[in-house]
């Protein structure tokens, strides 16, 4: 032992972790993890096509056992496990994973739905005939070659090839501190693109993107959006959206159902069902009834049959939210370029492909070129000693042995014949090796043989001293002159070099190229969360203390007129409903407040709560003051530029101000009205500019007159007086005039009838107005005055909570100074407190 070391060197630790870290890392980034931009391949897969290219195992042989191509990879090439070997190359044979695939399996190679591929010693394989295009003139010397792991053999460091692999295939890889993720994409395109650089080298991104328009997947699909396209090509990284493609079906019951015929790249489509029946049975999606995997050997398709009432469009933005029918994709385009890595942009991977195109072509040329120069100084040689056949033939027979006889043809100057003239034409030098000594050639009208033509001389067969064999030499050496004249002109002429590298290519898009796969929708459809939540009638309910809920609308069955109602919410002792409305679960609430302020909310952000539940505080919903609370919600289909929000107080004050001032949403709220202390919002409606307005009050009185008698003021202006009121009155609501409806008036005794619109005068603003409903003992206050169809609905509520729902038209039409009829009975201290009308479509469902 004392032996082992003669020599300790201290090292400093930081250093050498430094050093170790980096050459692992390195090692990672260069054998295993990122693919060379030239090729698109990395190590292992570049080792397989070589170990089958070797093998002779391409398309146009029979199929060799996986195993065999397996043991040749990991024998010769690639040093590690041959599972992770046969992975890699059952990868490459699957068509849901490789837009092209590169191998042609025989066997079972694992499904989209994640089985696993059979043991390698069941499957066979061999290269794909597009696999011929990466591997195309490996042989001619176009690559640079190194030692294998043991120095036994020797890998090509790069493919020669013809396929722009590295986007057409894509690739992934996690190294150290970096990873790649390059998407697939559609080989016509691809080379189109290519195409475009070489006609015109100073193309900008921008053209590129109108010809390769985005990724390709092989699972089809579609990328939402092309933001994340423009950003990944130009920048190098970006991030798209795919999702699955769907329709809709319906059966002759007229049920629908969604069917998915096509998944995001990469999603296994077992586990992506077992997760959707998982949601199902968490209640996590509802409205499906059915989930059934219809897949078979002509393609992919999955029924999700949809519950009757449900919304097909409703459901599909909850999966695509939710489930892996949508898939993100992060665009990664890190790759190795001259053994570095780099993040590239379209461009750049284009013009790195073309150089190498380049540089693949031209070395091939001058593998061709020296091959054709190599025989064509053979046959020139034997073009020379059929001229000279007799004095040949001679010495051959004097000479011990062929040694000798070599030399002899050597050391004599022979008449160059028919050679002469030809090489006068095509230049003397036409056929002359690289390398060959400048004794050796014509000069002048001899011709001296080099040892090379001497041994070919030597091994002339007899019968190829015909007169038709000695023609044949001769054409065969006036093609060959072509030839190099040809592959000459290739390597002297820039442009004769591009054009064959752009019919080269426009080839390989012939055989290959096909249709796109994916499509791409130009702009990102954002789910939001009115995607997610189903179109539906509701009711939504204010209490006075600032609690909001909504319900389904059929949750509250018809009565006839007298009934005794149902308990619509529960509410706090000194709590009173005070305000209901019937709306799409979609509309848009202008929430006004105490403080004369405006808020934003959507019906579906208002939480669904049971009939006898209280519902949840407006102040956790919006940004409210301490002791500002909601009074008035007013519902808003769009914000038009020639619409009013008319408004209303308990004081009789009224104000118009055009609807488009309200279309900015602020989270804090904007100002709406400006109230007096003891004042507060009655009513907000939409108009026109030329409608009736019309006022009531408790008294029993109403006013009607032309809105045109309020000018539109802006949005902190007070407003001027719309009525007159008596001490301790105040007005109960606010309507817009409709002569095809009448007016529905309410006591808070229960009492009450319908008037036409015509029964009331207008008049101008600010006046008592006219008797709608007489206030006696027996009625009390009118608390209520609606404007109503003959087939609308009437929803009563009563200071207790108590709701019941009674159609209009079994309350009878009376004149203006009449106390009514008994609409509703309430219980021993409750009063009603307001009437809220139901439209005839909500009445129907």
Known sequence: MTDFAKQILPINIEDELKTSYLSYAMSVIHGRALPDVRDGLKPVHRRILFAQHVLRNTYRQPYKKSARVVGDVIGKYHPHGDSAVYEAMVRMAQDFSMRYTLVEGQGNFGSIDGDSPAAMRYTEVRMAKITDMILNDIEKETVSYSPNYDGTEQIPDVMPTRIPAL?????????????????????????????????????????????????????GGTIDGRIGIYEGYKTGRGIIHVRAKTSVEEDKSGKSSLIINEIPYMVNKAKMLERIAEMVKNKKIDGISEIRDESDKDGLRVVIEVKRGESVEVLENNLFAQSQLEQSFGINFTVLVDGQPRVLNIKEILQEFIKHRKDVVTKRTKFDLRKAKERGHIVEGLMVAIANIDEVIKIIKKSKDTKIAAIELCKKSWKAGPIEAILKKAGKDACRPKGLSPEYG?????????????????????????????????????????????????????ETLLQLIKDELIEVRENFGDERKTNINDTRHDISNEDLIPEETRVLTLSRSGYAKTQPLDEYREQRRGGVGKAGASVKE???????????????????????????????????????????PLVNMLKLDDDETVTQILPVEEFSEDKFIFMATRNGVVKKTNLNLFHKKYKSGIKAIRLDDDDKLV??????????????????????????????????ARGVKGITLKDGMKVISLMVGDPSKTILCLSENGFGKRTKLEDFPSYNRGGQGVIALKTSERNGNMVSAVAVDENDGIMLI????????????????????????????????????????????????
């Open 167 to 219: 986007l057409v295939n894509g690739s992934s890889g996690i190294a150290v501190g970096m990873a790649t993720n390059v998407p697939p994409h559609n080989l016509t395109e691809v080379l189109n693109g290519c195409l475009l650089l070489l006609e015109n080298p100073k193309a900008s991104i921008d053209e590129i993107i109108q010809i390769i328009t985005g990724p390709d997947f092989p699972t």
């Open 683 to 716: 009513g907000t409606v939409i108009t026109d500019g030329d409608n009736d307005i019309l006022l009531s009050s408790y008294s029993g009185k109403l006013i009607r007159f032309h809105e045109s008698k309020v000018r539109p003021m802006g949005r902190t």
């Open 574 to 616: 000194e709590d009173l409903i005070q305000n209901l409305y019937v709306l799409s679960s979609h509309s848009q609430l202008l929430c006004f407040t105490t403080k004369g302020k405006v808020f934003w909310l959507k019906v579906y952000e208002i939480p669904v709560a049971s009939r006898t539940s209280k519902g949840r």
């Open 798 to 845: 009563s200071d207790k909570g108590t709701l019941i729902r009674t159609a209009i038209s079994q309350i009878p039409t009376l004149g203006r100074n009449t106390q009514g009829v008994k609409v509703i009975t309430p219980k021993d201290g409750e009063k009603l407190i307001e009437g809220v009308r139901i439209p005839p479509e909500e009445e129907e469902e």
């Open 442 to 494: 014509i000069k002048g009208k001899n011709y001296k043989l080099s040892p090379n033509q001497a041994k070919s001389i030597l091994e002339l067969r007899l019968g190829r001293l015909t007169g038709l064999e000695q023609d044949n030499l001769s054409a065969e050496f006036n093609e060959i002159l072509e030839v190099i004249l040809e592959l000459q002109k290739i390597l002297d002429d820039k």
